[in-house]
């Protein structure tokens, strides 16, 4: 249960406030000064501490900085009368997480304390790397295959540098959690970390979320607003889904890579901003940039350090690990002992192609977990949840549409959230590269050739999908 303080002298509305988060499920506590605030701070750190811009002794903002001094990844939202909106700039400008207009709309409010105890567990929850079953009460990045070693060596090289890194690989192979350790390893790590989907937020609002806006931008925008960008001052912004960013604001991401400013919608200010950025996508730039939909100038500023997640069919021999933190992590949680997996479970686990990568390995799992209630779990136990209603295997189908009719629906059944199509798509397009190169011998230009595809078309999809040729490449010509 998240634990949320606010400091407010205001008995009525702290009461009420108190009453309605309590309705939603949090645990509240209330103080009544700044000085109150801190003490209660200093005994119990909350997730989350509300304060009031007007409060006697010290007020709002110097309450939040003192805040600041104990508890440097505690996000504050700062509530403010229109008189003392500048003042609430300022404290976001140094590190607020937000702040809010009284008196405020309950629902928006709500919103905002959600995103804000969301942004600080991501900051001060650590990421183990290269972790094991004993690391189950933490988020860890679960592996010991070559690819993955290859991962942590990237973090470790880039982390504490100030280069812009770019994570590719399918959804659900980790990549946030790439990130938030390249974040926690840097020398910004006591300075803020955000996220921004640039595909949950609808692109018309997309630009004044990252930039801010002045006031009078545009109807509605009754007063100033600072941006995520410039909010994060001296942390990191990390750009999730920037494969699918609109290609009218690629332009200012690239001016803020190049100049390390910004403006304001509505605003000619120019405005110094020193983050870092660290990207992700699963989509094939290199294919969007020949569709025009993405900036070429743009990539390669992106592209200073670039990690490839290998998604879970290629790194097979980590899923007994993987099963095997999910099964204490999550029989933790449920709070049941955790269950035997017997070696027929474990071989379907090993041999289904996971399209949804470790996100539906743990989903599968924890269904396993939660309807074996502590019994050992067995390949029927897996494959119901994985939504079929037995394992496919080519002994039991002859003809070869029915293995594909029935693997697919397994897949559709199983739920796996976004983008399944171009996950999956992107897995059967491994299987023809790689089918390709090997009956070409490794020559790439004849796998060009088969494929009807150009050879640097083929080659940016190797390094996409992180390939390996055995056999000695040879090119035709040289």
């Known amino acids: 249960?998240?634990?949320?303080?606010?400091?407010?002298?205001?008995?009525?509305?702290?009461?009420?406030?108190?009453?309605?988060?309590?309705?939603?499920?949090?645990?509240?506590?209330?103080?009544?000064?700044?000085?109150?605030?801190?003490?209660?701070?200093?005994?119990?750190?909350?997730?989350?501490?509300?304060?009031?811009?007007?409060?006697?002794?010290?007020?709002?903002?110097?309450?939040?900085?003192?805040?600041?001094?104990?508890?440097?990844?505690?996000?504050?939202?700062?509530?403010?009368?229109?008189?003392?909106?500048?003042?609430?700039?300022?404290?976001?400008?140094?590190?607020?997480?937000?702040?809010?207009?009284?008196?405020?709309?309950?629902?928006?409010?709500?919103?905002?304390?959600?995103?804000?105890?969301?942004?600080?567990?991501?900051?001060?929850?650590?990421?183990?790397?290269?972790?094991?079953?004993?690391?189950?009460?933490?988020?860890?990045?679960?592996?010991?295959?070559?690819?993955?070693?290859?991962?942590?060596?990237?973090?470790?090289?880039?982390?504490p540098t100030d280069a812009t890194a770019l994570i590719r690989g399918e959804s659900g192979t980790g990549k946030e959690l790439v990130a938030r350790a390249i974040y926690q390893h840097s020398r910004r790590s006591a300075k803020p970390f955000l996220v921004i989907n640039c595909v949950a937020i609808p692109e018309t609002l997309l630009e004044s979320e990252l930039f801010g806006y002045e006031k009078g931008a545009f109807t509605g925008a009754g007063h100033r607003r600072i941006g995520k960008l410039e909010q994060?001052?001296?942390?990191?912004?990390?750009?999730?889904?920037?494969?699918?960013?609109?290609?009218?604001?690629?332009?200012?991401?690239?001016?803020?890579?190049?100049?390390?400013?910004?403006?304001?919608?509505?605003?000619?200010?120019?405005?110094?901003?020193?983050?870092?950025?660290?990207?992700?996508?699963?989509?094939?730039?290199?294919?969007?940039?020949?569709?025009?939909?993405?900036?070429?100038?743009?990539?390669?500023?992106?592209?200073?350090?670039?990690?490839?997640?290998?998604?879970?069919?290629?790194?097979?021999?980590?899923?007994?690990?993987?099963?095997?933190?999910?099964?204490?992590?999550?029989?933790?949680?449920?709070?049941?002992s955790p269950p035997v997996i017997h070696p027929e479970a474990m071989d379907l686990l090993s041999g289904y192609p996971w399209p949804g990568n470790v996100r539906e390995l743990a989903n599968t799992i924890q269904k396993a977990v939660i309807f074996s209630r502590g019994a050992p779990i067995g390949p029927e136990n897996i494959a119901a949840a994985l939504g079929e209603k037995q394992a496919v295997s080519a002994e039991e189908v002859e003809n070869q549409e029915g293995i594909l009719r029935r693997l697919f629906r397994g897949v559709i059944q199983a739920g796996t959230g976004e983008h399944l199509y171009d996950s999956y798509f992107d897995y059967l397009s491994r299987l023809f590269i790689t089918e390709a190169l090997n009956i070409a011998d490794g020559n790439r230009s004849r796998a060009a050739k088969l494929l009807g595809l150009s050879r640097p078309t083929l080659h940016a999809k190797i390094e996409k999908y992180g390939l390996k040729i055995e056999s000695a490449v040879r090119d035709e010509g040289q």
Do not use: C, W
Request: glycine share 8%; aromatic share 6%; charged share 25%.
């Open 232 to 336: 994060a001052n001296g942390g990191t912004v990390f750009l999730d889904e920037i494969g699918d960013m609109p290609f009218s604001l690629q332009s200012k991401i690239l001016r803020l890579l190049q100049e390390r400013s910004i403006e304001r919608l509505g605003g000619r200010e120019t405005i110094p901003v020193d983050v870092r950025v660290i990207a992700a996508t699963n989509r094939d730039l290199e294919a969007a940039i020949d569709a025009g939909r993405f900036r070429e100038d743009l990539y390669y500023r992106l592209k200073v350090v670039s990690i490839f997640l290998p998604p879970l069919h290629q790194r097979t021999g980590d899923i007994p690990l993987l099963t095997s933190y999910f099964l204490k992590r999550f029989s933790r949680e449920t709070g049941i």
């Open 1 to 159: 249960m998240s634990r949320v303080l606010i400091i407010d002298d205001d008995d009525q509305l702290r009461k009420s406030f108190q009453k309605l988060l309590k309705e939603e499920g949090y645990e509240v506590s209330g103080a009544a000064s700044g000085e109150a605030g801190l003490a209660e701070v200093r005994r119990q750190p909350p997730d989350l501490v509300i304060v009031d811009m007007r409060l006697p002794g010290m007020n709002g903002l110097e309450t939040f900085q003192a805040i600041q001094g104990i508890e440097p990844k505690l996000p504050a939202i700062i509530m403010t009368a229109y008189g003392t909106t500048e003042t609430a700039i300022e404290a976001t400008k140094i590190g607020a997480f937000d702040y809010i207009l009284k008196p405020f709309d309950i629902p928006e409010m709500l919103g905002l304390i959600a995103k804000a105890i969301e942004a600080g567990r991501l900051m001060r929850s650590p990421v183990e790397m290269n972790a094991g079953p004993e690391d189950s009460g933490k988020e860890a990045i679960i592996g010991r295959s070559t690819a993955m070693q290859d991962v942590y060596k990237a973090i470790g090289r880039v982390a």
